[in-house]
């Protein structure tokens, strides 16, 4: 009797295993399929962009290698130009350091750009209101407002009106700098310049 019941149990078990590696093998090769096909999502747009080397992962892999990513970066610009594109796991990136392209997103059409990436070692808490969030850590709306309040801070009437007083703060330095030419300077006083 117990036998005759595990036996029914195990067939069950069987059919209940068909059946999931039925549904799941065409779901896993369309999610292959699927993903392939974003990896040429730059492509298809004309963008350049470095080779994939996984398919689950994008460029990751390399642009996380010994945790070089400015090196990574400068590299793939040497190679593929000032824009291109990359994926890091399910994001598409444009890296671009085209003054043209940062003028039109940062400045003339900034109302429409609000989403920007940050590296996972620098995201904090947005939703609780954490007051290290500043123009560097901010993601999403919040990101939003806090860049637009200090581009209004930041004119170019106002860099100049700083100018004078950077001009006599570095000269101040410079002097400290060659009084002390044996490489050993107090900090100290360098801080109230």
Known sequence: MLL??????ALFLFKI????FLISLPLG???????????????RLGIPQPPITSTFLGNFVE???????????????????QTFGILLGAHRVIVTS????????????????????????????????????NVFTGQGNRWKRLRSLFSASLTISKIKSVDPIM????????????????GIIDVKPIKDL
């Open 4 to 9: 005759s019941c595990l036996s029914v149990f």
């Open 17 to 20: 295993g068909t059946w999931i």
């Open 29 to 43: 090769i369309a999610y292959y399929f699927y993903l392939k096909h974003r990896s040429t999502y730059f492509r």
């Open 63 to 81: 642009f996380e290698k010994n945790h070089q990513q400015w090196e990574t970066l400068i590299k793939w610009q040497k190679i593929y130009g």
């Open 98 to 133: 085209d003054f043209n392209i940062l003028n039109e997103v940062f400045i003339k059409q900034f109302h429409i750009f609000q989403a920007r990436m940050i590296h996972p070692s620098i995201a904090l808490d947005q939703e609780n209101g954490s007051s290290q969030i």
């Open 167 to 182: 001009r006599k703060v570095h000269d101040e330095l410079i002097e400290v700098l060659k009084r002390n030419e044996n």
